[in-house]
Structure formats: C-alpha cells, structure tokens
C-alpha cells in the first residue's frame, strides 16, 4: 500500500509529508536519497567524479556542491549528464526501499516523497497512486518569494523551470489543497489517512 507525493516548489510538501509521517507512515524520501549518492565511497559520486574531473570535490573527498552547480547550471548539457548518472540510481533507490517497506510492514502505508515525480511517472510504475499538494500560482509564488527572500521576477524564473502546478493538479490522483491554514491541511491529511488504512 502506497502513493507517490509530489508537488511544486513551496507548496507545501514537506509539511504534508512531515503529518503522514506523524500519522505512521513509513517515508521513503527522493531528497535525503538524491544526497546520499553523492557521499564519499559511493560508486554514483565516483561516476560523477570520472566525469566532471577531481575539481569538483574537496581535499577530504566530499561533493562541492558550489563547484558542481557552477559547472552544470551554465551548461544545459553537462547538467543532462549529471542527471543521467544520479536519477537512474536515485530512482531505484527509491524503488528499492519502498519495495522493502511494504515487504517488511505490509500493514503500513508507504510514502514515496517525490519532487520531480510526474515529469518522470513512467519511471515509478510500482507507485500506486499519486497525491499533489497543491496551492494556486499566485500562492505558490508570493510564499516562495517569502521564503526565499526572493524578487518577483526570481521567483517567476524558479517556477518556471518546473511543471506548471495546474498541470500537476490536472494529473493527480489525490489532491491534498495546501492554500488554507494548517488545520484545514491537517484535515485533508486525515482523510487521506482513513481511506489509505481502510483499503
């Protein structure tokens, strides 16, 4: 038993995901496993560095993620090479351990926090369903810009490079509506939860 959660920058994941994890669920996260890839040791960071040259890491072995960024945020091609080593080890991964999960608990319900999950959903065919937490746009962009300590037109930029928030909406199977307050979040949440227990 499990879904895929995803959603836009600043709309709210983390804390959605934060409350069904509260709720038992047991979390399966893209963004912890998109950071241990790239440690000292593990084969991904030692294809990384075959390719991008020893420049790109720090006299004790470790990623320096500013060097990298400068290197792959100039060059679109570079940044697609980069993506082609670690996503297809980030998502077995994330595979790996849901499958696990639901072999060990198959009694709990598993939670595969995902950012980039419906511009890759071909990818995930084990994800039973997908849930989007979403807000509006306008929302989206003015809490980015807060959080951030962002321009406008900083913000607009970041939104831009990811899929439109309406379409992620469109293609969701559950949508969790972020643009209230945190009890009316909640609520949702718990609704999710009692239908997601009862299957």
């Known amino acids: 038993m499990n879904i895929g959660l995803t959603g836009g920058i600043a709309t709210g994941k983390s804390t959605v995901s934060s409350m069904l994890a509260m709720k038992g669920a047991l979390l399966v996260d893209a963004d912890i496993i998109a950071r241990e890839v790239m440690l000292p040791g593990h084969p991904v960071l030692d294809e990384v560095t ?10 004790d072995g470790t990623l320096n ?3 990298l960024g400068e290197i792959i945020f100039h060059n679109p091609e570079q940044r697609t090479a980069l993506n082609g080593i670690t996503h297809p080890a980030i998502r077995q991964e994330i595979r790996e351990q849901t499958e696990a999960y639901e072999r060990q608990h198959p009694d709990r319900f598993v939670v595969a926090d995902i950012p980039l999950l ?25 809490r980015l810009m807060n959080r951030d300590a962002l321009t406008r037109e ?10 439109d928030i309406e379409q992620k909406k469109s293609l969701a199977d559950i949508l969790i509506d972020n643009s209230g307050s945190l009890v009316e979040t909640q609520l949702q949440v718990d ?3 009692r239908r997601m227990v009862q299957i």
Do not use: C, T
């Open 50 to 59: 075959e390719h991008f040259g020893q420049d790109i890491l720090f006299e």
């Open 65 to 67: 993620r500013k060097k």
């Open 118 to 142: 419906l511009e890759a959903r071909e990818q995930y065919p084990f994800l039973e369903q997908i849930a989007v937490v979403y807000v509006p746009r306008e929302l989206q962009l003015e």
């Open 154 to 163: 900083a913000a607009e930029a970041r939104l831009s490079s990811q899929m």
């Open 191 to 193: 609704n999710l939860w």
